[in-house]
């Protein structure tokens, strides 16, 4: 896999969604959440679209996951 450590959704069109290189197809789930914690996105399946939508910019914790194969990684962004 290949996953970010930064992405940056301002609108300039480079880099505007979390986009995991690697996951091709299967039922992967992503969790992330803000520094308190609390969840601000879930999707299963994931499908690199991720954009922090009415979020502002800083750190954010994601939980990368694919149950069938028993895989998860997690990491900042």
Same mark, same amino acid.
């Given at each position: +896999?290949? @996953?970010?450590? @930064?992405?940056?959704? &301002?609108?300039?069109? /480079?880099?505007?969604?979390? *986009?995991?290189? !690697?996951?091709? /197809?299967? $039922? *992967? +789930? %992503?969790? @992330?959440?803000?520094?308190?914690?609390?969840?601000?996105?879930?999707?299963?399946?994931?499908?690199? &679209? *991720?954009?922090?939508? !009415? %979020?502002? =910019?800083?750190?954010?914790?994601?939980? +990368?996951?694919? $149950?069938?194969? =028993?895989?998860?990684?997690? =990491?900042?962004?």
């Amino acid at each position: +896999l290949e @996953v970010p450590n @930064v992405f940056t959704p &301002d609108g300039d069109g /480079h880099n505007p969604t979390f *986009w995991v290189g !690697g996951i091709g /197809h299967g $039922e *992967w +789930l %992503l969790e @992330v959440y803000n520094r308190w914690g609390g969840q601000v996105y879930r999707r299963s399946p994931y499908a690199n &679209d *991720w954009a922090a939508e !009415g %979020l502002p =910019g800083g750190v954010y914790f994601y939980r +990368l996951s694919r $149950e069938e194969i =028993g895989f998860s990684i997690k =990491g900042t962004v």
